[in-house]
């Protein structure tokens, strides 16, 4: 977990009255959020409170209406011109992508390729990093997740838990700023969710920057340095992950963790 405290460290990720409309339904209502270097910051709260569009307009999968997103002081999507803010093309906003990484839901890993490529294609093709050189990385991560022996499997031959360290280790290898989980375990059986958790806490111990959606409580009260709950939108709660889930203030926060409203 990170050690960080003071108020005059930039922010990894900063965003500012982010909002996000579907048609007519607003789903991100304005988020004042900001993650520092070497924090993890879980993301909780029921279904359809707006998590996973959050991340999605992190790194512009999905382009906000209104506010703003700040990649180490840089502003990620758009420039500045004097008449105001110009949106950028694909060719510049993935070279705002390759400083965050994303572990998704299902795992996407290339079917046809092994664990190894999986890994150093996103290297080679987009950091212009060597074979030799992106392959010793890749191998470096899979002893990192656990998978040093599975290097030449494909993803079929693997089972959920092991895919989802795959992509793990596939995010690690393009060296992000950030790391984005969107509930990393949330496709798993449950006996694969605790090798993806184990490995998520040694990362979050390592002081890996990581913006984590998850249900995982559990790892939210262990690993997590801060927890943010969201609901229909906006965020309702945040503060230090243990304070917050010990005594969470809401009836929105207790609800979602199962302690019902105060009387």
């Not at 992508?97 to 290339?110: H, I, K, P």
Request: aromatic share 4%.
């Amino acid at each position: 977990m990170s050690d960080v405290s003071e108020a005059a460290v930039r922010p990894v990720l900063s965003m500012r009255g982010l909002r996000k409309h579907f048609g007519g339904r607003e789903v991100l209502t304005g988020i004042d959020l900001d993650v520092l270097p070497g924090e993890t910051v879980a993301l909780l709260g029921p279904s359809g409170a707006g998590k996973s569009t959050l991340l999605r307009c992190a790194n512009m999968l999905e382009r906000p209406d209104g506010g703003s997103v700040w990649l180490d002081g840089e502003l990620i999507g758009y420039e500045q011109e004097r008449t105001g803010l110009r949106a950028l093309g694909e060719r510049r906003m993935g070279r705002q992508r390759q400083e965050m990484s994303m572990v998704f839901q299902s795992f996407n890993l290339f079917p046809h390729w092994t664990a190894l490529r999986n890994i150093t294609e996103g290297p080679r093709h987009v950091r212009g990093v060597s074979r030799e050189e992106a392959e010793q990385t890749a191998r470096r991560l899979l002893d990192r997740v656990g998978l040093g022996d599975r290097e030449d499997a494909y993803p079929a031959q693997l089972s959920g838990g092991q895919q989802q360290r795959v992509a793990i280790a596939r995010a690690l290898a393009m060296r992000p700023k950030l790391v984005l989980f969107d509930e990393p375990t949330s496709a798993l059986d449950p006996s694969n969710v605790g090798e993806v958790i184990s490995v998520m806490k040694e990362l979050a111990q390592d002081g890996v920057t990581m913006l984590v959606v998850t249900h995982e409580i559990g790892f939210a009260h262990e690993a997590a340095d801060r927890v943010v709950v969201m609901a229909q939108g906006g965020i309702v709660e945040q503060g230090e992950a243990r304070e917050v889930l010990d005594n969470p203030r809401t009836d929105v926060t207790r609800a979602f963790l199962g302690l019902g409203a105060r009387a």
